[in-house]
């Protein structure tokens, strides 16, 4: 089937650092790529994502890049704050039967934003 | 808060009792789901409604049974269930499948 893979699982960087977080995808049909944040206790948070006619977007201190031909798509945090501390999980969307979709999730990246 | 509730937030039950879910929303949202959330595994999707039809069943075992009685509310009723189904159940809605979910904050689930 479908799947998604995600890199690092763990990643530990220095406050004020760059995090970056890898996914690729196994279906080329795949043409939405959200970026999920999930912080303790609380369930996942839509952060940004990409559609395949875009091959970046940028909102403030994060950004998502996307190759289509290689098909991974990485998502990308600038000066990192002790609040980025959570777990990211990336995610391609795969087509359903009668034009609904489903979305195939990456396992996590626990981020640890040291101080 | 999301604008997706659940309830409960916990849940601690016996392998022979039964028990419900409740996801609700009032986003406008048409689409809604339920997830299974384990430790170090990816998002398992288990149910998919669209319009209050499913759309989707993930090869979930029959123990786990969803009902949408319109498209505000979802829920998942819960019998004889195993050990290994202990997990956090999340609920997610969108506008449209596949996009832009909304996820509630769960329901951990304790099965003894």
């Known amino acids: 089937g479908e799947n998604v893979e995600q890199h690092p699982s763990t990643l530990s960087v220095q406050e004020g650092d760059s995090a970056v977080i890898k996914c690729t995808y196994s279906?080329?049909?795949?043409?939405?790529f959200p970026w999920y944040k999930q912080e303790l206790g609380k369930g996942p948070q839509l952060i940004i994502d990409?559609?395949?006619n875009v091959g970046e977007k940028k909102d403030q201190r994060i950004a998502v890049t996307l190759n289509k031909t290689a098909k991974h798509f990485s998502l990308h945090i600038t000066e990192t704050q002790p609040e980025d501390s959570a777990v990211y999980f990336c995610?391609?969307?795969?087509?359903?039967?009668?034009?609904?979709?489903?979305?195939?999730w990456g396992a996590g990246t626990k981020l640890i934003i040291k101080p | 808060e999301t604008g997706v509730t659940q309830t409960p937030r916990h849940l601690v039950m016996g392998m022979t009792n039964k028990k419900s879910l409740k996801c609700e929303q009032h986003?406008?949202?048409?689409?809604m789901y339920w997830y299974k959330q384990s430790a170090k595994k990816p998002l398992e999707l288990m149910f998919v409604?669209?319009?209050?039809?499913?759309?989707e069943n993930n090869s979930v075992p029959s123990r786990f049974s969803p009902e949408c009685p319109n498209s505000s509310h979802l829920f998942l009723h819960l019998h004889t269930l195993q050990p290994e189904d202990s997990a956090l159940y999340l609920c997610?809605?969108?506008?449209?499948?596949?996009?832009?979910?909304?996820f509630g904050s769960g329901t951990r689930l304790t099965v003894v």
């Open positions: 997610a809605s969108s506008r449209w499948t596949g996009r832009g979910y909304t």
């Open positions: 986003l406008g949202h048409n689409a």
């Open positions: 409604y669209s319009l209050e039809e499913r759309v």
């Open positions: 279906d080329s049909a795949s043409n939405y």
């Open positions: 990409i559609r395949s």
């Open positions: 995610a391609a969307s795969m087509r359903l039967r009668n034009s609904n979709y489903q979305l195939i």
